[in-house]
């Protein structure tokens, strides 16, 4: 099992939709949780991340964590075709001081 | 404010050769680290650095070395390139613990060929 995994997509959603990502994560130790997006051919960029249980919304950006499922969301309202992109989901464990990305989710804003 | 530059941004090496990618930050920031992406594998962390005078392996470090050269710079060494080496590398730095993230630079496109 990996550490971090999310549905490597594409998923699709029309211009102006609520877009859903998942990530789930194996680590219960895990403290924190980070979304970060990635254009093609760019570098990851920081959008989110989220310490406690329950929602935390930023813009049209909202990240939701369950650690009791081991689980960690990211919705994107009003969807806009520069939102597409690679989404990574990141987690930080418990026992240890780095980074563990899921390969990563990607989102496709159609029209 | 550059945040974190690498460089080269593109570089072709053939079977054997070696290199240094360079990595600068300038937001005074203790931890720095090295991924590569492959895709479908997203990023893997080669090696990190903690803080100064300190460095430490990640999930793939071997035929890699670095070198914390001072608090801004941490260099990563392919002594002997291998095709398997082929990737994007990721420099990126945080504040200890991660709290609020890394920042990547903008990454080297390597071909081992």
């Known amino acids: 099992q990996k550490e971090v995994e999310q549905n490597s997509g594409p998923l699709s959603v029309p211009e102006g939709a609520i877009a859903s990502l998942n990530c789930t994560y194996s680590?219960?130790?895990?403290?924190?949780f980070f979304w970060y997006r990635q254009y093609s051919g760019k570098s990851p960029e920081l959008i989110m991340f989220?310490?406690?249980?329950g929602d935390k919304e930023d813009g049209r950006f909202t990240a939701q964590l369950n650690k009791a499922s081991q689980y960690v969301s990211l919705l994107i309202r009003d969807s806009q075709p520069s939102d597409s992109a690679t989404y990574l989901c990141a987690v930080l464990s418990g026992g240890y001081n780095k980074l563990i990305f899921g390969a990563g989710t990607r989102l496709a804003v159609h029209p | 404010n550059a945040g974190v530059t690498q460089t080269p941004k593109f570089q072709v090496l053939k079977t054997g050769q070696s290199m240094t990618l360079q990595c600068a930050q300038d937001?005074?920031?203790?931890?720095m680290y090295w991924y590569r992406q492959d895709p479908g594998m997203g990023l893997r962390l080669i090696y990190y650095?903690?803080?100064?005078?300190?460095?430490d392996k990640g999930e793939v470090p071997n035929g890699y070395n670095v070198s914390r050269l001072n608090k801004r710079e941490f260099s990563l060494r392919l002594e002997s390139a291998a095709p398997s080496q082929t990737s994007v590398y990721f420099c990126?730095?945080?504040?200890?613990?991660?709290?609020?993230?890394?920042?990547f630079g903008s990454g080297t496109q390597l071909s081992v060929l």
């Open positions: 989220i310490y406690s249980n």
């Open positions: 937001m005074n920031h203790n931890s």
């Open positions: 990126a730095s945080s504040e200890p613990r991660q709290l609020e993230g890394l920042f």
């Open positions: 650095s903690a803080s100064e005078g300190t460095t």
């Open positions: 680590d219960r130790g895990s403290q924190s």
